[in-house]
């Protein structure tokens, strides 16, 4: 019992009268650190606990669904009016199992005024762990949006998901994530780091044609200005096209040590950028016109020895040191 009452205080999915309920259940156990974080748990902002509270009819009343083939939920829209968001384990007898394409953006097509503004009001969403995907978009433009708490049964962060999410600063991705897709933090201007899990192999969801303007142009971080720190994992292989675009705070990155490609303008007008360090692995880097590092005084490369990166950075005139 008490592992579990602990497992709901974590998750946030007790009401208010559960935990008066459980209070008076746990009274007479010797259980004072149960107790005190019950005591904790009932004192939190208000709003955190409005989507326990509501009624089986509310719920319903704030989402548009779709039933899925194995009889769970997908959310199609939000249209509720709370600025701190529980997405609900279930709606009536249902599992919610996704988050579909614009579900909260606050531009979804042919939805009310009063929705959208609604909408640009949120400032963080909760995920719970049955949440399996969401949707291109579903959060794209959501201008007060700061905070959000990942499912972590999630792999992939798709196209666009949280762009121009203007006062997004809090993202800890979950350990699952294998895939984060094009322009999925584009504009994300107050981040300021991101730790990317081992695992990740991709910045791009789908292998489009190879002159396919967005093969080429991922920008998955792009005009985020105030990122100052990013850590790539091991499995990373390929930095694509216009990655870090625009990333002009960024001053500390590391580079994985069998990373092979460097794309377009991948790190182009990263101003602060001083040094990177580019592993025997890497054997394409953009060069001239739309070279990776366009735009980046600063930098210094750090090569090996006759590798391909010291003869590019001889051929783009950029400063390198050998190592």
Same mark, same amino acid.
């Given at each position: 019992m008490i592992a579990d009452v602990e497992r709901?205080?974590?998750?946030?999915? &007790?009401?208010?009268?559960?935990?008066?309920?459980?209070?008076?259940?746990?009274?007479?156990?010797?259980?004072?650190? &149960?107790?005190?974080? &019950?005591?904790?748990?009932?004192?939190?902002?208000?709003?955190?606990?409005? &989507?326990?509270e509501k009624t089986a009819e509310e719920i319903k009343a704030e989402w548009k669904t779709e039933k899925l083939p194995d009889g769970t939920l997908r959310l199609l829209s939000y249209k509720g009016k709370d600025t701190i968001v529980n997405v609900p384990e279930k709606i009536g007898k249902a599992m919610v199992s996704e988050l579909g394409d614009y579900v909260f953006s606050v531009t979804q097509h042919r939805i009310k005024k009063e929705i959208k503004e609604s909408r640009a009001k949120i400032k963080e969403i909760r995920m719970n762990d049955n949440i399996m995907a969401i949707g291109e978009k579903a959060f794209m433009a959501c201008e007060n949006l700061e905070k959000v708490r990942f499912s972590d049964s999630l792999t992939v962060i798709p196209d666009y998901a949280f762009a121009e999410c203007k006062k997004l600063n809090t993202v800890e991705l979950p350990k699952g994530i294998i895939v984060i897709g094009c322009r999925a933090f584009y504009g994300c201007e107050s981040l300021e780091q991101i730790f990317i899990p081992e695992g990740v192999k991709n910045f791009s969801i789908l292998k489009k044609d190879a002159y396919d303007w967005e093969s080429n142009y991922i920008g998955t971080f792009m005009?985020?200005?105030?990122?100052?720190?990013?850590?790539?994992?091991?499995?990373?292989?390929?930095?694509?096209?216009?990655?870090?675009?625009?990333?002009?705070?960024?001053?500390?990155?590391?580079?994985?040590?069998?990373?092979?490609?460097?794309?377009k303008e991948a790190f182009c007008g990263c101003k602060r950028l001083k040094s990177l360090t580019i592993p025997q692995t890497v054997i394409s880097i953009s060069e001239t016109g739309e070279g990776a590092f366009k735009n980046c005084k600063k930098l210094t490369l750090h090569v090996p020895s006759e590798s391909y990166a010291e003869q590019y950075a001889v051929n783009e005139r950029i400063k390198y040191t050998v190592e």
């Amino acid at each position: 019992m008490i592992a579990d009452v602990e497992r709901k205080i974590g998750e946030r999915t &007790l009401s208010l009268k559960e935990v008066d309920d459980l209070l008076l259940e746990t009274s007479w156990l010797e259980e004072p650190e &149960l107790i005190r974080k &019950l005591l904790a748990y009932k004192t939190a902002t208000p709003d955190s606990m409005l &989507l326990q509270e509501k009624t089986a009819e509310e719920i319903k009343a704030e989402w548009k669904t779709e039933k899925l083939p194995d009889g769970t939920l997908r959310l199609l829209s939000y249209k509720g009016k709370d600025t701190i968001v529980n997405v609900p384990e279930k709606i009536g007898k249902a599992m919610v199992s996704e988050l579909g394409d614009y579900v909260f953006s606050v531009t979804q097509h042919r939805i009310k005024k009063e929705i959208k503004e609604s909408r640009a009001k949120i400032k963080e969403i909760r995920m719970n762990d049955n949440i399996m995907a969401i949707g291109e978009k579903a959060f794209m433009a959501c201008e007060n949006l700061e905070k959000v708490r990942f499912s972590d049964s999630l792999t992939v962060i798709p196209d666009y998901a949280f762009a121009e999410c203007k006062k997004l600063n809090t993202v800890e991705l979950p350990k699952g994530i294998i895939v984060i897709g094009c322009r999925a933090f584009y504009g994300c201007e107050s981040l300021e780091q991101i730790f990317i899990p081992e695992g990740v192999k991709n910045f791009s969801i789908l292998k489009k044609d190879a002159y396919d303007w967005e093969s080429n142009y991922i920008g998955t971080f792009m005009n985020c200005v105030n990122l100052k720190k990013v850590i790539l994992p091991e499995s990373i292989k390929e930095i694509p096209g216009q990655t870090f675009y625009g990333c002009i705070n960024l001053s500390d990155i590391n580079i994985p040590s069998h990373l092979e490609k460097i794309g377009k303008e991948a790190f182009c007008g990263c101003k602060r950028l001083k040094s990177l360090t580019i592993p025997q692995t890497v054997i394409s880097i953009s060069e001239t016109g739309e070279g990776a590092f366009k735009n980046c005084k600063k930098l210094t490369l750090h090569v090996p020895s006759e590798s391909y990166a010291e003869q590019y950075a001889v051929n783009e005139r950029i400063k390198y040191t050998v190592e």
